[in-house]
């Protein structure tokens, strides 16, 4: 990473809508506040300069990118215009370069092609990297997501995400809790939470068997978590598996020891966020909009979009039917699966 001090120049990449632009402002102005001696320039478009030309802002410079240029496979294509543009921005020697704009596929193409002495954004699988790189994640808050990119360049926040320490206390108790209970010795192991206090919340615990079964085959123990009031779920869990039930403390303890934490929208799985484990999250959308994690670092979110009662077809936006069928039942144990094997690094 560059010395704070040494940073003269910045350019920021957010080049769409005025709406997506309005949205990148709480970043840029916590760059500038940590980078005051920086000259902070906006790549963006001409609607940019139309619409701060009057306005005082932390923004020193904006440069117009032609539309010759768009974020599309026509960035691929060579173009006279698009040369030159390319040509006179290497001259501006960019000390730091920040991708705001999208997964990067093409975005952190154009980032390389330009050069900096540092480049950070956020990064889809098929994009090509940059220095420093997030993960990028479809269901994240456009604000959130630009103020974890530019953490990455320094940039001092109290904090976008909960975060908790555990004590070697809970790690103490969560190891004699599972040495007594598994009777055995345990090596790298995945902890899933097939429950919810809402059912409407609840994986089908068939679904998670199919996952647990085949992360077993690759090496992994496989733990779930049942709740004090979550007995039921033991029953559904026909096939023979680790069942813990442990208290607040050991929970803790465990989570912190695993390699994974795949669980339903619940205490479990915003635990393990906090503690900054890797995570599988399933949620329902609306769930997602209020409860969905802050950073995508570490983290898979699956989302079902169902919107009916499986039951009696209302519409539960409107309605609190009273039933208690699974409205995340649609998402697809692949998905999950491949999730998982993503963050675990395994093929």
């Known amino acids: 990473m560059l010395n704070k001090k040494e940073v003269k120049k910045i350019g920021v990449l957010r080049a769409n809508a005025l709406g997506d632009f309005i949205l990148t402002l709480p970043a840029i102005e916590a760059l500038k506040h940590t980078y005051p001696q920086a000259e902070l320039i906006l790549l963006g478009r001409k609607n940019h300069q139309e619409f701060l030309k009057n306005r005082k802002t932390v923004i020193d410079r904006i440069i117009s990118i032609p539309e010759c240029i768009q974020f599309n496979e026509s960035m691929l294509e060579e173009d006279d215009e698009k040369l030159q543009f390319l040509n006179n921005m290497q001259k501006e020697h960019f000390d730091l370069l920040i991708q ?55 940039v001092e926040l109290e904090s976008i995400a909960p975060k908790i320490t555990v004590s070697n206390e809970e790690v103490k108790w969560a190891r004699l809790y599972l040495e ?37 085959l690759a090496g992994y123990t496989i733990l779930f978590n049942i ?38 929208d619940t205490g479990t799985l915003h635990l393990a966020t906090a503690l900054q484990k890797k995570v599988v999250g399933l949620f329902w959308f609306v769930n997602l909009l209020n409860y969905g994690p802050t950073t995508s670092k570490d983290k898979r979110i699956l989302v079902s979009w169902e919107v009916q009662c499986p039951e009696c077809k209302c519409n539960c936006l409107e309605t609190a039917c009273g039933h208690n069928k699974s409205l995340i039942a649609s998402i697809a144990p692949e998905k999950v699966l491949q999730a998982s094997k993503e963050l675990l690094a395994i093929n």
């Open 100 to 154: 705001l704009h999208g997964g990067g596929r093409y975005s952190n193409l154009f980032i390389n092609q330009i050069g900096s002495r540092y480049s950070i954004g956020a990064r889809t699988q098929d994009a090509p990297p940059l220095d420093s790189t997030v993960q990028y994640s479809q269901f994240q808050h456009e604000i959130l997501r630009q103020l974890e990119i530019v953490q990455l360049a320094g």
């Open 180 to 216: 007594k209970h598994l009777k055995r010795g345990i090596g790298p192991f995945v902890l899933i939470n097939p429950g919810a206090k809402d059912p409407k919340r609840r994986w089908p615990a068939s679904n998670f068997l199919k996952i647990a079964e085949k992360l077993n």
């Open 227 to 264: 709740g004090p009031e979550e007995k039921e779920l033991a029953s559904e869990l026909r096939h023979p598996v680790n069942l813990i039930s442990p208290g607040l403390d050991e929970i803790t303890g465990i989570i912190s020891l695993s390699e994974l934490v795949i669980s339903n």
